[in-house]
Each structure stands twice: as C-alpha cells, then as structure tokens.
C-alpha cells in the first residue's frame, strides 16, 4: 500500500522500517559508523548515514515533509534561527520553551515576545517580521495560538515560520499542512516517550530551506546518535497509542483538579499530555511536587509515567509564569492510582 494512503497511526508503526526480504530483520539495525564506502549519498557519518534514515523517514511521512534529525531540540532550533542574519525582525511567543527564548535573546536581533493566544497582537507583531516562531499550546502556560491565521499572515509578509510542533506530535496538529516553512520537535518528549534520551527534528517541505538546515547540521555537527536514533523509532511505534490513553487520564485529573478546593486554576487544553495547574504560591507548589509517591517530582514531560515539578524553581521560567504553577505531564498509569497521589500530595 502506497504510503500517502495510510493514517498516521499506520505510519507511526510502519513508515521507515527496511524493505522486506527473506530472512531480513523487521525493523532497522542500529548502525554504527563514522566512514561510509564512497558511491552513496554520504561519504562520513556527519552528514548522513543509515543510522538515523528510518527515524527521518517516518518523522517526515508523519509531518508530510522533509526531516533533518538533530541532536536535541534546542539543536534543531538553533538550525533554523540560523537562517536569519543578524538584525533581523523575530517574532516568539512569550512563554515559549524557556531554552527556545534564550537561544534568541542571545541573538544580535529584534525580538519581539508575544502573547500568542491574542491573534490581534500577535498580527500586530508579525508586520516586517523575518521570522515568525510558533509554539501551541506553549510550554507551560498552554496557550494555543490560531495557526492557520499566524501562518497566514506570516507568509503574507513574506517571513519564515515555524511551528515547534513537541506538544501536540504530528498526530494533533500538522503544521506544514498549514503552510508553515518548518517544523520542529524535541523528540526527547512524547515522540521517543520514555524519557530516556535526548534528540530532535526540523522538517520542511522547501528545498531551499532544507539544503541551508542540512549545511547547519552539517558545519555545525549536532548530529543524532545511532542508539537515541532506534530508541526514537521505536518509542514512535506506539505514539498514538500512548498519547490516546495519556489525552483520556489528563482530561478526568484535570476535571478533578478544577474541583479541588486547593486549586486556583486548572489548564489542559483538550488535547496533549500536558496539565497546568496554579496552587496559592511557590511554597505550597514546591512542597506538592515533593510529596507525591506515583508521580515523579523531575523535570520533562511526554513519558509513560507521569511526572510534574514548579516551573518557576528555574531562574529562566519568565516572571509572567505564576509562582505557584505546576506543569504536570500525564503518563499511561492507572488513573485513579494517580489521582489517589496527587490527592494526597495536595493534602501534604
Ligand atoms: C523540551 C523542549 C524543547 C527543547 O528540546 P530538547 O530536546 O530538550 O533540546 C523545545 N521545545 C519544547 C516545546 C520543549 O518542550
């Protein structure tokens, strides 16, 4: 069956797995290289090798584009940030991924940080821009900002977009479809799924942009490793099954949380694994995270357990982040035995 005619979720379990043949091995070994035999696409393990093809195969049939993997999120970002010059105009969100915000903030650029869920700002923004950055929901105060409209606009005025795609996967949102220029992903997140290692993806559908990503991969050498490469595909396999059951328990903890009497707000924006929830201050939300025994107190988010922490424990989290906010991402565990926990922790 021609790939075009699958679903993601077929995609997920059988894009970029090995041609069939007798007695060959269902899904791809894990390469390890430096040197190739000349003739081929790649010469040297820098820039390219069979190592990381399946999981740029079946990245790009989920995202309908091209895939350059990286070696971490901020790795893939740092490509496309590197297609402006100095000078140039940027729009970001203004509580994007903290990371995302210092890697423009030490750029010699115009930065312009806004409220992404208010259209009519953001439009504003986005009037001889060079580069309109996306995030949706962003990461941890879950707003949602229009796409369709933001990408619109952003091509109108002739400027680059991306959309870092990690909350929603390509199986909730698909940005290139959208007209945006590139996509990005930590894949260290529910892509790979078990928090056990670190890599990222940029995805375009332009030639253009995608040779000027690969030269930055290329030069710059933030290429993914072989094992992170296999654990990637394989944690892929079963995305949509994970983010199914993990989309169903957020939504019952955050019908319970906007109950609790402990709870000043509750945020889950329909889709996704990720909860935000505000308690009265930083004290009583430090000491939550510290007092479950399910959920894990730790950083990170999109694993198969479930794990939470107080954002503003980071010095780079902005100040417009409520000090009592905790970002809770939903794992596949039994619901109840979750709630049970955090009921508990919230008693503490
Ligand atoms: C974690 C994260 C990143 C950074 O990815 P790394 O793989 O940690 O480098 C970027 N964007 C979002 C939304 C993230 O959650």
Do not use: C
């Not at 949602?144 to 991306?162: F, H, M, R, T, Y």
């Not at 059951?245 to 319970?256: D, F, G, I, P, Y």
């Amino acid at each position: 069956m021609a790939s075009t005619d699958l679903s993601p979720e077929s995609l997920a379990v059988h894009a970029g797995r090995p041609q069939q043949q007798p007695g060959g091995p269902l899904n791809s070994p894990i390469f390890l290289a430096s040197a190739l035999q000349p003739g081929g696409t790649s010469e040297y393990a820098r820039h390219g090798n069979p190592a990381w093809e399946p999981l740029e195969d079946v990245i790009g049939q989920l995202e309908q584009g091209s895939a350059l993997a990286f070696s971490s999120g901020l790795a893939a970002s740092a490509a496309v940030f590197s297609l402006v010059h100095d000078k140039a105009v940027v729009v970001a969100p203004n509580h994007g991924y903290n990371g995302t915000t210092q890697q423009l903030q030490l750029r010699d650029i115009e930065l312009r940080l806004v409220d992404v869920s208010d259209t009519q700002t953001a439009l504003s923004a986005i009037e001889g821009a060079d580069l309109v950055w996306l995030e949706s929901p962003t990461n941890p105060a879950l707003e949602i900002a229009d796409l369709p409209v933001l990408i619109e606009a952003a091509k109108q005025s002739a400027a680059i977009v991306a959309v870092d795609n990690t909350f929603s996967t390509p199986l909730r949102a698909q940005p290139l479809l959208l007209g945006a220029d590139v996509v990005t992903h930590s894949l260290s997140k529910l892509m790979a799924g078990h928090t056990d290692l670190v890599l990222g993806a940029a995805v375009t559908n332009s030639p253009d942009l995608f040779s000027r990503l690969k030269q930055h991969r290329d030069l710059h050498g933030a290429i993914p490793g072989a094992l992170e490469s296999f654990l990637t595909v394989r944690g892929i396999r079963t995305l949509h099954v994970r983010l199914d059951r993990a989309e169903s328990n957020a939504t019952e903890l955050h019908r319970r949380l906007l109950e609790h009497p402990l709870v000043a707000e509750s945020r889950y924006p329909g889709f996704g694994t990720v909860i935000s929830f505000v308690l009265e201050d930083a004290d009583q939300a430090q000491r939550v995270t510290e007092s479950s025994k399910l959920v894990t107190y730790a950083t990170s988010l999109g694993g198969v357990e479930s794990t939470w922490e107080r954002r503003r424990r980071f010095a780079a989290e902005p100040e417009t982040i409520p000090a009592g906010l905790i970002r809770l991402s939903v794992g596949i565990e039994a619901v109840e035995d979750l709630w049970r926990d955090i009921d508990q922790a919230l008693r503490a």
